[in-house]
């Protein structure tokens, strides 16, 4: 493989931890709080109200229905309007971003669930009020289990970058499908898809030993 080859992987490589990082976050710093709200407003919560949960769960499984690549094509438009441009790395981080919230949000749903409600009922004995239930007491208690949801939504991220590329997206997605298929190097499309192996397991195995690492801190 040609230096220059390998210098456009590299350039790729970083697109892609840029799109992955920066789409996670967002995600997590939106879908975090999304989960929490499909909780607290639910049958019985702490918050319960009806309307505001059903208006938000319906939005989240509308986005989360939605195939990657539809609706990385059917927001052209708001994607232009954010970030000035349809194709590229900040391109394909408005999709990404929007996709993952509901994502993080329905999974951290599912990890507060599982917070024994008597913690709840000890709390709210006490006199806590909802924030400090949420901040001292649902978070902390799913915070191993929402640690491997993030590393899903992180796994996730990473092959929808990938296909991102299909349509202009920067990445390695897009260097595979430009060199790899349209120009005949199967070398590029060999590296390319043994990167993004590598970059999943590294972040899986990163996933694993933090979740696993705060529940043992929890036990103790």
């Given at each position: 493989?040609?230096?220059?080859?390998?210098?456009?992987?590299?350039?790729?490589?970083?697109?892609?931890?840029?799109?992955?990082?920066?789409?996670?976050?967002?995600?997590?710093?939106?879908?975090?709080?999304?989960?929490?709200?499909?909780?607290?407003?639910?049958?019985?919560?702490?918050?319960?109200?009806?309307?505001?949960?059903?208006?938000?769960?319906?939005?989240?499984?509308?986005?989360?229905?939605?195939?990657?690549?539809?609706?990385?094509?059917?927001?052209?438009?708001?994607?232009?309007?954010?970030?000035?441009?349809?194709?590229?790395?900040?391109?394909?981080?408005?999709?990404?971003?929007?996709?993952?919230?509901?994502?993080?949000?329905?999974?951290?749903?599912?990890?507060?669930?599982?917070?024994?409600?008597?913690?709840?009922?000890?709390?709210?004995?006490?006199?806590?009020?909802?924030?400090?239930?949420?901040?001292?007491?649902?978070?902390?208690?799913?915070?191993?289990?929402?640690?491997?949801?993030?590393?899903i939504t992180v796994v996730s991220l990473?092959?929808?970058?990938?296909?991102?590329?299909?349509?202009?997206?920067?990445?390695?997605?897009?260097?595979?499908?430009?060199?790899?298929?349209?120009?005949?190097?199967?070398?590029?499309?060999?590296?390319?898809?043994?990167?993004?192996?590598?970059?999943?397991?590294?972040?899986?195995?990163?996933?694993?030993?933090?979740?696993?690492?705060l529940n043992k801190r929890k036990i103790?």
């Amino acid at each position: 493989m040609s230096p220059m080859m390998i210098e456009l992987l590299l350039d790729a490589f970083i697109e892609t931890l840029i799109m992955v990082g920066v789409s996670g976050v967002i995600g997590a710093g939106l879908g975090i709080p999304l989960g929490v709200l499909l909780v607290a407003t639910g049958p019985k919560h702490i918050l319960p109200n009806k309307a505001v949960n059903k208006i938000v769960g319906t939005v989240a499984n509308i986005i989360r229905s939605t195939p990657f690549i539809i609706l990385l094509v059917a927001i052209i438009p708001f994607t232009r309007f954010v970030v000035g441009t349809s194709i590229g790395t900040p391109a394909a981080i408005v999709p990404l971003s929007l996709i993952a919230i509901p994502f993080v949000g329905r999974l951290v749903e599912s990890s507060i669930r599982e917070v024994d409600a008597g913690l709840i009922e000890a709390a709210q004995a006490m006199g806590a009020t909802p924030f400090q239930i949420v901040v001292k007491v649902l978070l902390p208690e799913a915070m191993p289990s929402i640690i491997a949801g993030l590393t899903i939504t992180v796994v996730s991220l990473i092959n929808y970058s990938a296909m991102a590329g299909a349509v202009g997206g920067g990445g390695l997605g897009d260097l595979g499908i430009r060199y790899g298929y349209q120009r005949f190097q199967p070398e590029v499309m060999a590296a390319v898809i043994v990167i993004l192996i590598i970059l999943v397991q590294a972040v899986q195995t990163t996933g694993d030993w933090l979740a696993v690492k705060l529940n043992k801190r929890k036990i103790q």
